[in-house]
């Protein structure tokens, strides 16, 4: 079972920086591909990015591609994910998932386990 918690979100303004991470309680993450996705309110989760077992294979979102890093750190079994150039259209509660599959996240944008979530407010 891999228990997944977020944490790093906050307010903050049009054109800062924010970290989230997101670490395991539970099993760690060797093995497993680790993505972030986001919801906005009124509107459907979308993919972020992800990051496969074998940290040199990322992949992102147009959306976010070039302002967004995804990394992992294996000794600290966390996954960050470094926002930069912040937009108002970047608010989303922001999630953590997990999945033995790359494809599953990065094609079906699924997975089979998912942290609560840390919201992210950017103002205008």
């Known amino acids: 079972q891999v228990h997944l918690e977020e944490s790093g979100g906050g307010l903050v303004q049009t054109g800062d920086s924010l970290r989230l991470s997101c670490a395991s309680s539970?099993?760690?993450?060797?093995?497993?591909?680790i993505a972030w996705f986001r919801q906005a309110p009124g509107k459907e989760r979308e993919f972020v990015a992800a990051i496969h077992h074998r940290r040199e294979k990322t992949y992102y979102a147009n959306s976010v591609r070039g302002r967004f890093t995804i990394s992992r750190d294996y000794l600290e079994n966390t996954v960050d994910l470094q926002m930069n150039s912040l937009q108002p259209e970047d608010t989303a509660v922001y999630y953590c998932?997990?999945?033995?599959?790359?494809?599953?996240?990065?094609?079906?944008?699924?997975?089979?386990?998912w942290g609560q979530g840390t919201e992210v407010t950017v103002s205008s």
């Open positions: 998932a997990a999945d033995l599959s790359y494809d599953t996240i990065v094609i079906l944008k699924r997975a089979e386990y």
């Open positions: 539970g099993r760690t993450f060797g093995g497993y591909t």
